[in-house]
């Protein structure tokens, strides 16, 4: 009997139905899954896992947080214990049946080590049956191709993915006991840190840093507005902004003219290269921009290429290898109707000629490798679906050409300039609107002409902070500090969110705790916060994936540098405590009391007996006004009185969702939500009478 691995059940049903030709149920033993089929006189049983089917972990003794030594806790053994039992068991009954194993799992470094955790299972490792099948698509050719040249299982890769799951655990267990024990926030509101999630924390509060410090600075810009042939047009003084207002008021004084001479035109035919193609940044930046989260995008990207519609997500190439038929993948596209017109201009075309950013030995750039209807796929798959091929077209189609104008203006002793853009070709940007281009139509002008001045402006503006990080930028900033890999990024940035320690998707913003986490760490131990570390350990598990370093001479490296970190942290442990515990303190404090000539102040409390939250006066018992709040979700004050009753308003985020509320219940904006309670309630009961009478 031959075995095969996969990584997870859609993976599984994929493969198995290429290799058999037909498409295949799954059958089980004991809540195991498989696939089995008959293939030139050999029986194949296709076994799919759940991603990874061992957990790594510290032994038991080490799970008491206070009871725990933390010099002790970076010197801990490491467990590997299975999660997925029912699969671990059949794995290692199916062990002797087994002619051979192909591991057919993910083909990056996660891929592999899942893999080894089921050759471990089956006790399997080393053993000279076991081969693995690399492939980029779930397609027939290639899987077809990667079944037909089995290579060798690489258990260096195996062994770096292993290396980075242990250095994680010790970080993050550490560096998260320490912060919350110091800070006594302990149970569900612990305080989290890790070796990739506190540099790229990091990176955040310092853009918020920057903003809090910085002093917008004033300057005039002068405005004209020309008109010729009753088409207006808009021109800028050319000094562009005056610092000094009365450098400005002079200029202004040209107010008085009534026609404006000009003194040159030029133009110039700009082309506008079309995009390389999609590596793993590039594709969750781009999904960002349309109004996904990456960790969204990247989970319907992984869905997509299980079902065999794009190639493997995960990838830093975005140069197309030679091999790859272009032409082929150009030509299924005429099968999507939406698409149709698209490809059939690809191939009119006399040349295909692709673009081409960074080269590497990764898998190829994401692309399509099938046709699949929109009806086919659900919204926001479609959306990725229709992203992937768009980009795939654009980088093949032709570059845009724009027109770009300036004309100079002279307006009494001032000169003025007017810009103008407009596409004369617009090439890829037909087959990607995503990357939009503003044009600017002037008239046609003359040099030596007049044109009428219909209105002058000296406007008033300031500069602005530089901008908060979008979901997009960050993980590009990520890859530049070579924070995490490609295919743990979007996960950080989930971990942030879901530890509430930042908000926003187009605008991240730090919370308070937040801030002191990463000020108080970077005050006493800067090297955990800062990207070097990382960047460093992410070299020495390269090493370990190219056979020049053993794991656990890595994994030992890590540990030494977390211990002399934590020493310097344990010295200054009661400052950095005093700083989270005021910080908690701020965090819990919501807005003024409501109750006149009180002067204390609402705070987030928990009530002893429920446990439930609700704001509370910090004068109690001396004054007692209360208000209950949502028992999920992070609550922030908004500075925002309601419209209706006039009491404060405050912010609910529930993981990347957040919505505004009056603190008042009996407030008249919360009837409508009341209404909707009360008939969700009498639905519910009716719903179980019903039940009640069935039975």
Same mark, same amino acid.
Not at 61 to 78: C, F, M, P, Q, V
Not at 514 to 537: G, H
């Given at each position: 009997m031959e075995v095969i691995i996969t990584e997870k059940a859609i993976a599984g049903q994929r493969i198995s139905s290429?290799?058999?030709?037909?498409?295949?149920?799954?059958?089980?033993?004991?809540?195991?899954?498989?696939?089995?089929?008959?293939?030139?006189?050999?029986?194949?049983?296709?076994?799919?896992?759940?991603?990874?089917?061992?957990?790594?972990?510290?032994?038991?003794?080490?799970?008491?947080?206070?009871?725990?030594?933390?010099?002790? $806790? *970076?010197?801990?053994?490491?467990?590997?214990?299975? =999660?997925?039992?029912?699969?671990?068991?059949?794995?290692? %009954? @199916?062990? +002797?049946?087994?002619?051979?194993?192909?591991?057919?799992?993910?083909?990056?470094?996660?891929?592999?080590?899942?893999?080894?955790?089921?050759?471990?299972?089956?006790?399997?490792?080393?053993?000279?049956?076991?081969?693995?099948?690399?492939?980029?698509?779930?397609?027939?050719?290639?899987?077809?191709?990667?079944?037909?040249?089995?290579?060798?299982?690489?258990?260096?890769?195996?062994?770096?993915?292993?290396?980075?799951?242990?250095?994680?655990?010790?970080?993050?267990?550490? $560096? *998260?006991?320490?912060?919350?024990?110091?800070?006594? =926030?302990?149970?569900?509101?612990?305080?989290?840190?890790? %070796? @990739?999630? +506190?540099?790229?924390?990091?990176?955040?509060?310092?853009?918020?840093?920057?903003?809090?410090?910085?002093?917008?600075?004033?300057?005039?810009?002068?405005?004209?507005?020309?008109?010729?042939?009753?088409?207006?047009?808009?021109?800028?003084?050319?000094?562009?902004?005056?610092?000094?207002?009365?450098?400005?008021?002079?200029?202004?004084?040209?107010?008085?003219?009534?026609?404006?001479?000009?003194?040159?035109?030029?133009?110039?035919?700009?082309?506008?290269?079309?995009?390389?193609?999609?590596?793993?940044?590039a594709l969750l930046r781009s999904a960002a921009n349309i109004g996904f989260t990456v960790g969204g995008a990247m989970s319907i990207a992984e869905s997509l290429y299980q079902s065999g519609y794009i190639s493997y997500p995960r990838t830093d190439n975005s140069a197309y290898p030679k091999t790859l038929d272009l032409r082929d993948i150009t030509e299924k596209l005429l099968d999507v109707k939406e698409l149709k017109p698209l490809a059939e201009k690809i191939l009119h075309q006399k040349t295909i000629e692709p673009s081409a950013g960074k080269s590497t030995k990764d898998h190829p750039p994401i692309c399509p490798v099938s046709a699949v209807s929109k009806e086919k796929l659900g919204g926001k798959e479609w959306k990725i679906y229709e992203l992937v091929c768009r980009r795939f077209l654009a980088t093949l189609s032709e570059d845009a050409l724009l027109e770009s104008v300036s004309a100079e203006i002279s307006l009494g002793q001032e000169l003025f300039i007017a810009r103008g853009k407009t596409i004369l070709s617009a090439g890829w940007k037909e087959f990607y609107p995503y990357s939009k281009t503003k044009e600017v139509f002037l008239p046609e002008l003359e040099k030596g002409e007049t044109v009428k001045l219909n209105k002058l402006d000296l406007i008033s503006k300031?500069?602005?902070?530089?901008?908060?990080?979008?979901?997009?930028?960050?993980?590009?900033?990520?890859?530049?500090?070579?924070?995490?890999?490609?295919?743990?990024?979007?996960?950080?940035?989930?971990?942030?969110?879901?530890?509430?320690?930042?908000?926003?998707?187009?605008?991240?913003?730090?919370?308070?705790?937040?801030?002191?986490?990463?000020?108080?760490?970077?005050?006493?131990?800067?090297?955990?916060?800062?990207?070097?570390?990382?960047?460093?350990?992410?070299?020495?598990?390269?090493?370990?994936?190219?056979?020049?370093?053993?794991?656990?001479?890595?994994?030992?490296?890590?540990?030494?540098?977390?211990?002399?970190?934590?020493?310097k942290l344990l010295t200054h442990k009661n400052d950095v405590g005093s700083e989270l515990r005021k910080a908690l303190r701020d965090d819990s404090i919501i807005c003024g009391c409501t109750q006149e000539g009180c002067g204390g102040e609402l705070v987030i409390r928990k009530a002893r007996v429920s446990g439930k939250r609700f704001l509370g006066c910090s004068n109690y018992p001396k004054c007692t006004e209360s208000y209950p709040l949502p028992q999920t979700g992070k609550i922030l004050s908004t500075d925002k009185l309601c419209e209706q009753c006039g009491k404060p308003m405050i912010k609910v985020l529930n993981g990347r969702r957040s919505f505004e509320m009056c603190i008042d219940m009996n407030c008249p904006s919360k009837d409508e939500w009341k209404k909707k309670s009360a008939e969700r309630a009498e639905k519910a009961k009716q719903s179980k009478s019903s039940k009640s009478v069935k039975k």
């Open positions: 290429l290799l058999a030709g037909k498409q295949l149920s799954p059958k089980f033993d004991q809540k195991a899954q498989y696939f089995e089929f008959e293939k030139d006189g050999k029986q194949y049983w296709v076994i799919p896992l759940r991603g990874h089917i061992t957990d790594v972990n510290f032994p038991k003794r080490y799970s008491n947080w206070i009871g725990t030594d933390l010099k002790e $806790l *970076t010197k801990a053994e490491i467990e590997y214990v299975s =999660s997925v039992k029912q699969i671990t068991s059949f794995l290692s %009954r @199916v062990s +002797s049946k087994a002619d051979s194993v192909v591991v057919a799992t993910d083909a990056d470094r996660e891929g592999e080590a899942i893999g080894a955790e089921a050759l471990s299972a089956m006790n399997l490792v080393g053993s000279p049956k076991v081969k693995r099948a690399y492939f980029s698509a779930m397609t027939q050719q290639d899987i077809n191709h990667a079944f037909s040249n089995l290579v060798n299982f690489d258990y260096n890769l195996a062994d770096s993915a292993d290396a980075r799951r242990e250095i994680d655990l010790v970080w993050g267990a550490v $560096l *998260t006991r320490f912060l919350s024990i110091v800070s006594g =926030s302990m149970g569900k509101e612990f305080l989290s840190a890790g %070796r @990739v999630q +506190s540099p790229t924390l990091a990176l955040i509060v310092q853009r918020e840093k920057e903003i809090l410090a910085f002093n917008p600075k004033p300057f005039w810009e002068l405005q004209a507005l020309f008109e010729k042939s009753s088409k207006e047009f808009e021109a800028l003084h050319k000094k562009g902004k005056f610092w000094k207002k009365e450098e400005a008021d002079k200029a202004l004084e040209c107010k008085s003219e009534s026609h404006g001479t000009v003194t040159s035109v030029s133009k110039k035919k700009l082309r506008m290269k079309k995009p390389v193609p999609f590596n793993t940044t300031e500069t602005k902070h530089p901008p908060r990080y979008s979901q997009g930028s960050l993980i590009k900033l990520m890859e530049q500090n070579s924070l995490g890999t490609k295919a743990t990024r979007h996960n950080i940035l989930q971990k942030l969110y879901a530890r509430r320690y930042i908000s926003g998707q187009k605008a991240i913003t730090p919370n308070k705790i937040a801030f002191t986490v990463i000020t108080a760490l970077d005050k006493y131990e800067e090297t955990i916060v800062k990207p070097k570390m990382t960047a460093d350990l992410e070299n020495e598990m390269d090493l370990v994936a190219a056979g020049k370093k053993g794991k656990d001479e890595v994994v030992e490296t890590s540990r030494m540098l977390l211990l002399s970190g934590l020493e």
